[in-house]
């Protein structure tokens, strides 16, 4: 009896003391979270693609390493039949993007790497076989390439997972010959080819690196953040591929063959752009006065604080003085490493673990296009650069490696030259064999160089003193080799104590001073703007 | 009005040079003591009478404890009996170990001109002899320090600015073979009419490196930092803390773990402040704030303040400080400082913390974004014996190995969590803190309690370079003739009586080891984000944060205690107990007045928590009982 009164008493009772425990202040609130994970594209399991091809298919073209190549194209296609159109709609196959309007020109010119100039090896056209070793097709060894052909595709550089596919140098974009075996193996060849198109697969870093990582002709060469240590990197040299395992097309994602992402160098709008904001929030940062820099630094900014992290990348080139031996030029430089003169190239300035140069950058981009007339050949020339300024609310403040050096020119014509430089006839193979002297080496191979271009050249075999040297500059925007938080750029690094310098250049960048303490563009009146935020929401 | 013309003058100045991309400050002329240009009189400089052209240098002496370093200010209660002062000049300080000694001292330890001469830590002027106020040493971006304290070593302190001017870079300040004037001035870099030239000398408000060079590590972004135990670096040495922005993963110490810390020693360095920005001049116009004792409810801010003339003028080199358990200096200016919520809305960024206001009513903000520190801090010093080179026995937490090693492991510690005295009628907050004990020897003359004096126990342990035989035939336990290591620990009755008969034998009377524990306050080495103490359980569970035995000493003279030192504002919750022969503090924060859920328990509570699992339980047993029952009676009819 004494139970039934005590229990119904407790109960109430504890239920109170809970009560008052649980009272006084709201439950937490959940954080927003940014979260990049949820905005990766989710892919379905590969089909296995041994079943679909066999040898005897191939029994007449066995011989013929190309003709096997082409032969498995159609194959491909025998399947996939929209696939040749909308590859053949890419600036991958055509090395030109669409018509695209630089400032200073009335029309809009459809370019890319097939017709520009670069400060590198120069230009693609008259050194295609060479060149092409890197194009997603077979056989372009010169300006009659069919683009209107679909065998011509090669669907194996970027889609065979091997990763043993080799597109050998100046073979225009033909696979290598496999070795013999010892043996009777009549197939093997065809057996070779077969072991790469069984293998294929949703294209991995391996895919793109074999052409993306060596730019310029070798490893970290041309774009400063990306060479082989991106392959297998570590969270130190790439937090998204190294930690969190991500492939290149998780942010160049591919919608009928047109992958996303542009390169400043060939495209100059920012239309289908990589953007970090396609996985990561607009403010990210759980710091309001970090969040509060995204208007107007790039994140690139912060987590690029250096690029050619692992492998040198290439800052200088200077081809005039190219086509000395080895040892003279070494002597004359004062050069300890080999790898910086190359006879049939110039001397080169390596770097690695670069800071970058900062500029503003609104997607856009001026560019010199082949034939341009070069206002003052004695002063630096930009072969492109970016746009925007500090008064441009689109714009933000943007990392760079500039690669900067020295090319030839037409002294007559004022233009850039384009040299021949692939081939017997080419700079590099009359360099190789001491063929004729160093000024007439140089002649041909502009002469044959020009000819190919549509460009005009002065010289003549009776004079041949119309060339001269130049200093120009091209920016690579970096956008990999992306640090973490704990590795990025911190406040100090920009705004320095009593006038030190800092990573960034204020003045340069078009402020009275260290915006932190002057105030940023909003404050200045620099801008009325940032996309959408007025000044009066934006102080409120 | 000369000097407010001089003040105008140099401002015109200083708005040229800022238009122009100099440093604020316009070139000066040195001036000697007869106010002549050093230059031309060869003489040491003297630095208010340079100064005094456009600052009230008397004024500045007269408001800026760092110079009078607690001369003339009253001890605090609790102070110990040989305490003459509350600062440097006259505390004692069991670190350095000199006790000042009262005017009639018979027996002195250290006169004011020795402890000129120790230089470390002072700025001049005040109760220093022969050494004015070195305002280079603050003011100038490239000190030399070391020759400032050479000087002052030298008994040179006429020189010491001089000295420390001689950092300047490219040099104008060059070292004489001339015993009388021992640095000479390089002509080139003067004007004709005594200024130096432009760009000879970088006046500047003072930076982190000037702070650092009394107060501890800092460091830029690109400095290298090691690990550097001593007391010249005397804020890291006492509490692990170093002052950078510099991730601590990136220092060349080999601290453990070291590649998951990506966070800064300090946030707020990061974020660029700088030590001035909180500890600026009180009178400063951009940052002075009224404190909230005269503030009127209805102002939030007194627009009647300085010029920025009258401010330069007349700067108040009093700074604006806290209130640690070390710093007895200057009660007066306790709290001037903005604190935490003088520039932080803690309430905005909380949300997620449950119970905040009960959260912050009980906790400094330093207890979670102080969680741990990753430099070593000193744990005890004993000086019952010296070693040959008369150095007491120093032990560090957050370190494995030795001191002097730079490759030792730092393994960082947890600061003990400490009640500290807060206004009058609020709670004691939980804070972070160090706790550092000291061994040491105490000479009884009656009613008169004083430390033996460092003479005595030089003579009483030391002959030349080793140790007294009759010390070697009591603590040599491997026999090798030398005292080493654990062998220089008074930890037997044996080993007591004979270090205690040395130092009688010397004079020192009716001796007896006494020992203290000094608190320091952590309130630099900040963290935030997830580097902050966040997780419920850190605090709220069995082995919490709060209550984590910290060890005071890792071993313990025979016979002695240690207590608290009384000037201080915090006190020990918890018990000091013995334990394997270690001296362990063990927090309760019951004895603070803290009931911290899940983590302490309280008998009537439990009692009803159980008696209330234990109703709902049979309520429902006996509910349901009673229904199957009634079930069962219903189907029988």
């Not at chain 1, 009896?1 to 709201?26: N, Q, R, T």
């Not at chain 1, 542009?262 to 970090?276: A, E, H, Y």
């Not at chain 1, 750029?489 to 009275?512: F, I, M, P, S, V």
């Not at chain 2, 109760?127 to 040179?156: I, W």
Request: aromatic share 8%.
């Amino acid at each position: 009896m004494k139970v039934s009164i005590i229990f119904p008493a407790l109960v109430p009772a504890s239920l109170v003391v809970i009560g008052v425990l649980m009272a006084g202040e709201p439950p937490p609130r959940e954080a927003q979270k940014d979260d990049p994970r949820a905005a990766l594209p989710q892919r379905s399991e590969h089909v296995d693609h041994r079943q679909f091809f066999n040898a005897e298919d191939f029994a007449d073209v066995r011989d013929d390493v190309k003709q096997i190549a082409h032969r498995l194209t159609q194959k491909c296609l025998d399947c996939h039949p929209d696939a040749a159109e909308s590859v053949m709609a890419t600036s991958h196959w055509h090395w030109r993007g669409e018509a695209m309007s630089v400032p200073g020109k009335e029309e809009k010119v459809r370019v890319g790497k097939a017709n520009l100039i670069n400060n590198f090896c120069i230009s693609v056209q008259s050194n295609w076989p060479r060149c092409t070793s890197c194009h997603i097709g077979y056989g372009w060894e010169d300006a009659n390439f069919n683009f209107e052909d679909e065998k011509n595709i090669d669907c194996l550089v970027c889609h065979e997972s091997t990763g043993t596919y080799v597109k050998p140098s100046g073979d225009s974009g033909y696979p290598e010959e496999p070795k013999k075996p010892e043996g009777d193996h009549p197939n093997y060849k065809v057996d070779y080819m077969l072991n790469f198109a069984k293998s294929v697969n949703f294209p991995s870093r391996d895919n793109c690196g074999t052409c993306h990582f060596a730019g310029g002709g070798g490893d970290a060469v041309k774009h400063g953040d990306l060479n082989g240590f991106m392959y297998n990197p570590s969270e130190n040299i790439d937090i998204h591929m190294g930690r969190h395992n991500l492939n290149c097309v998780d942010c160049h994602r591919t919608e009928n063959h047109e992958i996303k992402g542009r390169s400043m160098g060939v495209s100059f709008d920012p239309k289908n752009l990589v953007r970090c904001t396609d996985c990561h929030s607009e403010q990210p940062h759980q710091q309001d006065r970090l969040n509060a820099h995204t208007h107007t630094v790039a994140c690139q900014t912060c987590h690029i604080p250096t690029f050619a992290k692992g492998a040198a990348t290439k800052m200088w080139w200077d081809w005039s003085e190219a086509g000395m031996t080895q040892e003279a030029a070494m002597k004359k430089f004062g050069l300890t490493d080999p790898h910086d003169y190359n006879p049939i190239k110039g001397v080169f300035k390596y770097a690695s673990d670069v800071e970058p140069e900062y500029y503003w950058y609104n997607g856009h981009a001026n560019r010199h296009i082949t034939g341009d007339k070069i206002d003052d050949p004695t002063k630096l020339l930009s072969i492109n650069y970016p746009l925007g300024d500090v008064r441009d609310p689109n714009a933000r403040i943007f990392p760079f490696k500039v690669h900067r050096g020295k090319q030839p020119y037409d002294t007559y014509y004022k233009h850039l030259l384009v040299p021949k430089t692939y081939g017997e006839d080419g700079f590099w193979g009359m360099t190789e064999v001491q063929k004729h002297d160093i000024q007439t080496r140089w002649h041909i191979s502009f002469k044959n160089g020009a000819a190919e271009h549509g460009l005009k050249y002065r010289g003549s075999e009776t004079d041949q003193h119309t060339f001269g040297w130049l200093e120009t500059e091209m920016f690579w925007p970096q956008t990999h080799m992306v640090a973490s938080a704990d590795e990025a750029l911190q406040c100090n690094d920009c705004h320095t104590e009593n006038g030190q310098a800092g990573r960034l250049d204020w003045k340069a960048l078009g402020y009275e001073g260290d915006p932190a303490r002057q105030g940023g563009r909003l404050q200045m009146n620099l801008i009325d703007q940032y996309e959408g935020w007025t000044r009066e929401e934006w102080r409120r | 009005m000369s000097a407010r013309f001089n003040l105008t003058l140099c401002l015109a100045l200083a708005c040229v040079s800022a238009a122009s991309g100099q440093r604020l400050h316009p070139q000066v002329r040195l001036l000697d003591a007869q106010g002549q240009p050093v230059v031309q009189t060869g003489a040491p400089i003297d630095t208010l009478k340079t100064c005094d052209g456009c600052h009230d240098a008397a004024y500045i002496q007269a408001h800026h404890f760092h110079s009078q370093a607690g001369q003339g200010e009253p001890t605090h209660p609790g102070a110990r009996p040989w305490d003459l002062s509350p600062g440097l000049f006259g505390r004692w300080d069991p670190l350095t170990y000199r006790r000042l000694s009262p005017k009639d001292d018979p027996r002195v330890d250290l006169t004011p001109e020795a402890w000129t001469r120790q230089g470390t830590r002072h700025v001049g002027g005040g109760p220093a002899v022969g050494a004015q106020l070195d305002c280079f040493l603050c003011h100038v971006n490239d000190p030399d320090h070391e020759a400032r304290l050479r000087a002052l070593s030298a008994g040179q302190g006429a020189w010491a600015a001089t000295a420390t001017l001689s950092g300047a870079r490219p040099a104008f300040i060059i070292p004489s073979d001339d015993p009388a004037r021992p640095w000479r001035y390089d002509p080139a870099a003067f004007e004709p009419d005594g200024h130096l030239k432009r760009g000879a000398l970088n006046l500047q408000t003072p930076s982190d490196k000037n702070c650092g060079l009394c107060h501890g590590a800092v460091a830029g972004l690109q400095d290298e930092i090691t690990l550097s135990t001593g007391i010249e670096h005397w804020e890291t040495e006492t509490t692990g803390q170093i002052f950078s922005a510099q991730r601590i993963k990136r220092s060349q110490i080999n601290i453990e773990e070291k590649t998951q810390l990506g966070r800064p020693w300090d946030v707020h360095s990061e974020r660029m402040l700088s030590c001035t920005s909180c500890h600026h001049a009180a009178n400063h116009p951009s940052a002075f704030a009224e404190r909230s004792e005269t503030r009127p409810d209805h102002l939030k801010h007194d627009a009647r303040i300085l010029t920025m003339s009258q401010y330069l003028h007349r700067p108040n080199h009093n700074f604006t400080k806290g209130d640690s358990a070390q710093g007895t200096i200057e009660e007066s200016l306790d709290h001037s400082m903005r604190r935490c919520e003088g520039c932080h809305d803690a309430n905005a960024v909380h949300d997620w913390l449950p119970y905040k206001s009960r959260h912050m009513q009980a906790l400094l903000c330093e207890t979670c974004h102080i969680p741990k520190l990753y430099a070593p801090a000193r744990q005890q010093t004993d000086w019952t014996l010296i070693d040959t080179q008369a150095q007491p026995l120093v032990a560090y937490r957050g370190l494995e190995g030795d001191g002097e090693d730079r490759a030792a492991l730092v393994t960082g510690f947890h600061p003990v969590i400490l009640p500290r005295d807060g206004e009058a009628t609020a709670p004691k907050k939980l804070a972070p803190h160090n706790l550092i004990t000291s061994w040491f020897w105490i000479e009884r003359s009656g009613a008169t309690h004083t430390p033996a004096r460092l003479v005595d126990l030089k003579a009483a342990f030391l002959i030349g370079d080793r140790h007294h035989p009759d010390l070697i035939k009591a603590l040599d336990t491997d026999g090798d003739g030398a005292l080493k290591g654990a062998e220089l620990r008074l930890d037997t009755a044996d080993k007591v009586a004979a270090a205690r008969a040395r130092l009688i034998a010397v004079g020192v009377s009716d001796p007896q080891i006494s020992g203290e524990i000094q608190p320091y306050s952590l309130h630099h080495g900040v963290a935030a984000g997830r580097f902050v103490l966040k997780s419920c359980e850190a605090c709220h569970d069995e082995s919490s944060h709060l209550t984590r035995p910290f060890e005071l000493s890792s071993y313990v003279p025979f016979g002695a205690t240690a207590r608290l030192v009384g000037d201080t504002n915090v006190s020990l919750n918890g018990e000091i107990v013995g334990e394997a022969g270690r001296l362990v503090f063990k927090p309760d924060t019951r004895e603070a007045g803290h009931y911290i859920l899940g983590h302490n328990s309280t008998p009537y509570a439990d009692l009803l928590g159980l008696l209330s699992l234990l109703g709902v339980l049979l309520g429902v047993t006996g509910h349901g009982g009673l229904r199957f029952l009634a079930a069962r009676r219903q189907r029988s009819k």
